[in-house]
């Protein structure tokens, strides 16, 4: 049960409630109906007993009534009730019921239950003049089999009741997780696409719910502002970095040419690549922030195969440096999907870059294309290094290395795949890498396709 959601918890436990509150009510219709059935039975018998026997009279010709609507005539059955009239122990007057064990002793003023091939019977005796006795037999099978057949009914239509509650419970369970339901797809859709303008739709009553909506809503706001603020910092501090860094980087290479010692020289020359470093950083930031504002009218319909093919021709002369073959393999079907030309190139540059980079001598970086529902797929597989499965989760954040040693004239950011996730999210896509130690590495970027 552990595995089951909210809703069907509530559901379950709800409706096995309603069949045990049900169930508790037919324990107790059961036996109140059957004692009540039966002390009816035992005062109507004791009734018209009692009421007969004083008003028969015992002749030489047999019984009769002394007074009364049928003065003289005496009937052995009356209001239900059959009637034996006995001398000792043994009948004088009147037929046994069928089924009636006759040789039930007699018991003055006393109530009896016989039950006899699956018949019940209310017996009480009382006592006449002349020594007899007038015994009064009660059937109380037929009123027991009615009360079963309404109980059978009882129970057939509390199945219907308990199936008709689970279906109103679900129903109403339903309506009550809606604004759950809100919240939920809110949070995903922001989870999803990192976009934090996204609200909570507020429009039901205010209720314990609404005011959880209000509250995820007021986070919403300060967590938009906080991101909102740290993207402006970036931004202004790319800025502010870029010409304190283009002044030192022609103060140094004056310095350079007008340098005559040697030592000097090298030590200028490193001045200038660390200035060098610094400002692709700088510049690889504003990127990053600049992919986050793209607007709707610097995006067209382009043609994935045919960028990612132009991307795999500009590394010809990396690649032959390093005795690696690229194997771009063409589509069967329409790549065509909406983007940004430059940022995606871009997205592909930094792919085949670290494929190269990280690939042996003589291997290879096969890309293929597939599809999968409304989305077209880049598999981008080398045949490197690959990277251990404790850093796959951190190669996308900015400045992470998965290579960890840097030499002296190793200049990578770590930039490059957090600009290629920030851009492929902003294009409604994803990236995702499977990779194995020595074997190789894939890269898997979707992208939506035009239909």
Do not use: C
């Amino acid at each position: 049960m552990k595995k089951l959601s909210i809703k069907k918890k509530i559901i379950i436990l709800y409706t096995f409630l309603i069949a045990l509150l049900i169930g508790i009510d037919f324990y107790i219709l059961d036996t109140t109906a059957s004692k009540i059935l039966i002390d009816q039975a035992e005062r109507g018998v004791i009734t018209a007993t009692d009421e007969i026997a004083a008003l028969i009279k015992m002749e030489d010709d047999g019984p009769y009534l002394e007074s009364g609507d049928d003065e003289g005539a005496f009937h052995f059955y009356h209001d239900g009730v059959i009637f034996l009239i006995y001398s000792g122990q043994n009948i004088s007057y009147g037929s046994t019921p069928t089924n009636f064990d006759s040789t039930l002793s007699i018991s003055l003023g006393e109530i009896q239950i016989q039950e006899h091939n699956g018949m019940t019977w209310v017996v009480y005796d009382v006592s006449m003049s002349g020594g007899y006795v007038l015994r009064g037999i009660y059937d109380i099978q037929v009123m027991a089999d009615s009360l079963n057949r309404i109980i059978l009914f009882a129970g057939i239509s509390s199945l219907v009741v308990i199936l008709l509650t689970a279906i109103g419970g679900f129903l109403i369970i339903e309506r009550a997780f809606r604004p759950i339901k809100k919240i939920y797809k809110t949070a995903a859709a922001i989870e999803q696409k990192e976009d934090y303008s996204k609200r909570i739709e507020t429009n039901f009553a205010k209720d314990e719910i609404y005011e959880l909506a209000e509250m995820v809503n007021q986070m919403l706001d300060k967590v938009e502002k906080s991101i909102s603020r740290e993207k402006q910092f970036s931004s202004n501090v790319s800025h502010e970095l870029r010409t304190p860094l283009t002044v030192m980087q022609a103060q140094a290479e004056y310095l350079l040419e007008k340098a005559e010692n040697i030592t000097v020289k090298e030590e200028i020359k490193s001045i200038i690549a660390q200035v060098s470093f610094m400002e692709n950083i700088v510049t690889q930031l504003l990127e990053i922030t600049r992919s986050r504002q793209i607007a709707d009218s610097e995006m067209d319909i382009l043609n994935l195969s045919e960028i990612v093919e132009y991307t795999a021709e500009s590394y010809s002369g990396m690649v032959e440096e390093k005795k690696i073959k690229i194997n771009v393999e063409k589509p069967k079907f329409s790549t065509n999907t909406v983007g940004n030309q430059t940022l995606l190139i871009r997205v592909f540059s930094n792919l085949i870059t670290n494929a190269i980079k990280y690939n042996k001598v003589d291997g290879t970086i096969n890309i293929s294309f597939s599809e999968e529902l409304d989305n077209i797929l880049v598999n981008i597989k080398d045949t490197g290094i690959g990277i251990p499965k404790a850093k796959i989760d951190m190669i996308f954040n900015p400045f992470y290395r998965a290579d960890e040693s840097r030499t002296p004239n190793d200049y990578s950011l770590g930039l490059g795949l957090a600009l290629a996730k920030e851009v492929v999210k902003i294009h409604g896509g994803d990236i995702t890498v499977t990779s194995e130690e020595s074997v190789g590495t894939t890269f898997v970027v979707s992208l939506l396709k035009v239909k």
